[in-house]
């Protein structure tokens, strides 16, 4: 194999793909990117079996061929001195010769032939596929992905629930003491639906892989993975086998009460409330009136009150919850207001971005 | 003509013998009660061949006058009672006159007894029972008795005897406990003319102690001396650091007799919930005084049981009075100079003077009970003691691999905490508390279900409402399943299947009510405590520090692991040879 680049392209998508690079493998093959030319176009990937990232750009006047080369390679080329890079494989040893201006780089390369597949299988059916502006899928994800759990072995709840409904996709996520919600439009392609469930962790990378510039998101289902790609990139995610909880029958449907409070002020009142916090303790004690929310928190070290004017319909109430977990979603509420439902006493308090309707989010209350 | 006839002397005392006499160990008890009864200041014990070859006891008590010698060898002749009545009265070892006789029923017994008072002493001989000699004799104030050739007329008997090395060390566990049951008379044991045990007979139990356990494990005993209702309980219970994997470190003696008590045993060991791993025993010379009324001796022909009229309340008598000694010292594990000599890999480094220096620094550490002697404990001193027993104040210097917390007293004292079983500990008392005043904050979550097998189900089901005061709400759902709806706020954990059916198997064995409880409580403390590998910040570690303070027995985890080691300021500085 032998191909010349101009060296930006390069390290650009070197960058996409190394964040699939697994810093210490038992699989060595996996701690190095793969090269792959088919004449026309060359394609990178890299995974580490949970997540693969793969992206293609053309090339001109290269031989065929595919290398395995170390993950220092990203450095590598990031730090050329040259416009252009050529790259030029011995197919016996897989030695590399990497050139650049005056630097001249020999990297011990292994075979491809043992990298796993990065890429879906051109011939294989799709369980369900469908088109999403990336616009849509980045507001989702931001909406979910903070609530979800991110310790280990908390099956279903290391992951984001996608249910795919005809022309629409919701996602959903819980660390079980709250849960968040949300819905989006979509082109379904072959009219199937689907549900199924990726872990919270690789789908972060979802934001570093495609841009704005990617506009709408090729999105489909094969057998154990979950396809994205749009342009050259493509990213495969591994699919959680656990039972995510039904999320309709979780969330209450009748209100006692509905309020709507201004989001900033709620937010700020909150973050003044939980510096009293103590350890993991960060309750806060809501009092809902006609036109008035109060807040209260006390730990030993000193209690805090706050008045906020809010409006309501419904019966006045009280309710302790933990004031991180409302944060979490007021950090994530782009409407000027937020409304708040209440269930009743010590029961669920559901909150709502007016500005999406479709998102919702459950904080379960805490008892005393 | 009839079937039924009475048996002879001779049959009967054999039979006695069975009961009282079962082993070379228990001639040496009865003997050495006698001589114990008898007023003696000094008992001499030797045996040989395990006790089969020889037994013999030398003592310089009243003696018996010339007339009572035969008397004294047939059964149920006692001086000690007279009336049935007596029994609930009685103040000595021994009563049942049955001892002698058996004894020289099943051996050839030499008996020499002189009263002070006498001028001349008597000598008797009996063999297998039969008198062959019973005659004036000269020899010293006291009574000597030998005892050869045991169980040489009893073939089945000595057929079940152990091997020599096994009888005598229940020969020396015997002595052991008679001399710990009495430190005002001086005890020895010589085992083929070998002496093993020799105690100064000076009245000091700490003595004794030193004697039978050895110096370095006395200095690890905490003294004892509580005043309950009806009894008063004194001695000593070890450092939880001196554990065992069985009950051989322990002596009740109930009015100086030694016993077997499995009430006092538990009433001890649950003194040590929580400072113990599960089947570890502390070391224990425990005497209760009480009324002789109060306590039934008469259960067991060897008296090796007692009956306790108000068991409950010697049960809670001695939970007490070990609490308090447990409560009164440091419960740190302290690393010795000696202990960290032994654990460097390398003697080689540590030539000759290092052993010497380790015997110099054991004699100067001599006057180990200065402030542990019961008598001298004035209420002041107790005082300081409760205020060393608190855990200090403490400067974070690291943190070591591992998850150890380095930390500096003011005095220069180095101490290494666990940054686990230190967390489990506080978080096991808070939630303890909250629980027990029923204050415990709960988080509300997200409904799982679980579906368990039947058995698990049907313990889940019986102990939902002691689930539920630790906070996890649990409710049936049918066929075996159950939705867990609350996890206590602290916990922020949300069990999954495997931990809940650990814990439904943890608590399957106690299987009571308050035992399920602390369980639930410990396994949430163990999982919700901040792992090993966990990097804490200097903050993170002070404010650990600090809260360890504020536990009520910060220096072992719940499950009986320890939490603190100290190595101290003098200690550091004879390691290095500066002193």
New interface residues.
Partial sequence: MRLSVPRSVLADHLQVVSRAIPSRSTVPVLEGVLFESDGNRMTLAATNLEIGISTSFAVSHTETGKVVLPAKVVDIIKRLPGESVQINVDTANYHTDIKSGQADFQLYGTSGDEFPAVKAREDETPVCTFTIKIEELRRMLRQTLFSVSYEEGKGAFNGVFFSLKEEKISLSSSDTFRLATTSGAVQNKNGKDADFLIPGRILQEVNRIFDDEDDVITAALYGGRFFLSCGGKEAGFRLLDDNFPNVSRVIPSDFYARASVDAISLQRALERAVLLSDGINQVVRLAVEQDMLTIRAASKYGRIQEKLPLSMEGEKLEISLNARFMLDMLKNCEGEACSLDFVGHNKPCVMRDPLHPQFLYMVLPVKT | MGKIVLLDENTANKIAAGEVVDRPASVVKELVENSLDAGATRVDVAVAGGGLELIRVVDDGCGLAPEDVPLALQRHATSKIRTAEDISRVLTLGFRGEALPSIAAVSRFRLATRQPSDLAGTLALVEGGRILALEEHGCPAGTEISVKDLFFNTPARLKFIKSEGAETAKITDTVQRLALSRPDISISLTVNGRPLLTTAGNGSLADVCCQVYGRQAVKLFLPVDWQGAKLRLTGYVSHPSLARANRSLQSFFVNKRFVRSPLLSDALQTAYQTLLTRGRFPAAVLFITADTAEVDVNVHPAKREVRFSGERDVYRDVLAGVRQALKNDLLVHKMTHQSLERSLPERAVWPATSQAFSFAAEQAALPYFATADPASATPAAAESRQDEGSFPVLAVLGRAAGGYILAQKDTGDLYIIDQHAAHERVLYELLLDEAQSG?L????????VFQFDPVSAQSLEKSLKILARAGLTFESFGNNSFILR?VP??Y???L?QDEIQEMLAATAETGEEPALFEETVKMMACQAAIKADQVLAREEMSSLLSDLRGAKQPYTCPHGRPTTMLITAPELAKFFRRR
């Fill in positions: 204050q904050p709960v988080q509300e979550i997200v409904p799982l609350t706020l602290f922020r954990h949300c999954n």
